[in-house]
Nanobody
Framework: QVQLVESGGGLVQPGGSLRLSCAAS????????MGWYRQTPGKQRELVAG???????NYADSVKGRFTISRDYAKNTMSLEMNSLKPEDTAVYYC????????????WGQGTQVTVSS
């Protein structure tokens, strides 16, 4: 059973920084593409940043230059460094893992709240 455990959310002032982490319980981490999504009430979950098993990253336009996604293949973890946070970044953030070959195998973390407010 694959599990994703997130940590690192919280309350931060505008302009501040937070780092989210996601730990995955899988045997071959590189077989999975991973991503960070966020969701606010009444809106669809949206992709914030993604990274393939081979290390290629992509970002939503709204976070380019401010957020950085990374993976530690030795520890089976993924992180999202968030800088210059804005109130509109407030959301529940979820990590997601998708098998690169068996693409119906998709797993989600429990979500972590990020609130940007003064």
């Amino acid at each position: 059973q694959v599990q994703l455990v997130e940590s690192g959310g919280g309350l931060v002032q505008p302009g501040g920084s937070l780092r989210l982490s996601c730990a995955a319980s899988v045997s071959i981490f590189s077989l999975y593409d991973m991503g960070w999504y966020r969701q606010t009430p009444g809106k669809q979950r949206e992709l914030v940043a993604g990274m393939t098993g081979g290390g290629v990253s992509n970002y939503a336009d709204s976070v380019k230059g401010r957020f950085t996604i990374s993976r530690d293949y030795a520890k089976n973890t993924m992180s999202l460094e968030m800088n210059s946070l804005k109130p509109e970044d407030t959301a529940v953030y979820y990590c997601q893992m998708r098998h690169r070959i068996e693409t119906k195998r998709v797993y989600w973390g429990q979500g972590t709240q990020v609130t940007v407010s003064s």
